[in-house]
T-cell receptor
Framework: DTGVSQDPRHKITKRGQNVTFRCDPISEHNRLYWYRQTLGQGPEFLTYFQNEAQLEKSRLLSDRFSAERPKGSFSTLEIQRTEQGDSAMYLC???????????????FGPGTRLTVL | AQKITQTQPGMFVQEKEAVTLDCTYDTSDPSYGLFWYKQPSSGEMIFLIYQGSYDQQNATEGRYSLNFQKARKSANLVISASQLGDSAMYFCAMREDSTGANSKLTFGKGITLSVRP
């Protein structure tokens, strides 16, 4: 049973460029989440999928951000026209979903660290 | 108002001793879940323990236990017999369960724990 994987682990880009991150959840998990974590802070929720449906987007997710989860498997997070303020760790998590929420523990991937120069 | 408060800036503990990491929360939702995650320097968030608001007993998972005081809205993590590998950031998080399908986590700012040999 492999855990959540994310690619790439590190990304350095110039301001104004577009970047795309990928997340592969635990195989039987139908819920997938994206969070952003800046230095010295806890993760902040960005968006959430149940299967292929994107059910909620945070106000943190500006129009430059878009996330997809085609076929309810892996997910991508794209940031267009990156800004220096986008520099952060982007964390993906997945959970089994269904049944009692109490058992719906989120398991996190290793994260993608983005640096915008 | 902050939903999760972790005010201890940094904690030190001697190896093999017990340590308590504080967490207070704020919610009007009668149904919620409380989680603790560990984040080593590598960056991955590791799930430690879960406590449901309706659970009658405090949660325990190996060396981790949760001191849940519902009336005080506190959910402190107790680590017994500290090990050098316990040195990391520790995050308390809450999920409010009555908000429908969304099961996002709200995190505190975290506490740094350093275990001394």
């Amino acid at each position: 049973d492999t855990g959540v994987s994310q690619d790439p682990r590190h990304k350095i880009t110039k301001r104004g460029q577009n970047v795309t991150f990928r997340c592969d959840p635990i195989s039987e998990h139908n819920r997938l989440y994206w969070y952003r974590q800046t230095l010295g802070q806890g993760p902040e929720f960005l968006t959430y999928f149940q299967n292929e449906a994107q059910l909620e987007k945070s106000r943190l997710l500006s129009d430059r951000f878009s996330a997809e989860r085609p076929k309810g498997s892996f997910s991508t997070l794209e940031i267009q026209r990156t800004e220096q303020g986008d520099s952060a760790m982007y964390l993906c998590a997945s959970s089994l979903g269904g049944g009692r929420l109490g058992t719906d523990t989120q398991y996190f991937g290793p994260g993608t660290r983005l640096t915008v120069l | 108002a902050q939903k999760i408060t972790q005010t201890q800036p940094g904690m030190f503990v001697q190896e093999k001793e017990a340590v308590t990491l504080d967490c207070t929360y704020d919610t009007s939702d009668p149904s919620y879940g409380l989680f603790w995650y560990k984040q080593p320097s590598s960056g991955e968030m590791i799930f430690l323990i879960y406590q449901g608001s309706y659970d009658q007993q405090n949660a325990t998972e190996g060396r981790y236990s949760l001191n849940f005081q519902k009336a005080r809205k506190s959910a402190n993590l107790v680590i017994s017999a500290s090990q050098l590998g316990d040195s990391a950031m520790y995050f308390c998080a809450m999920r409010e369960d009555s908000t429908g399908a969304n099961s996002k986590l709200t995190f505190g700012k975290g506490i740094t724990l350093s275990v001394r040999p």
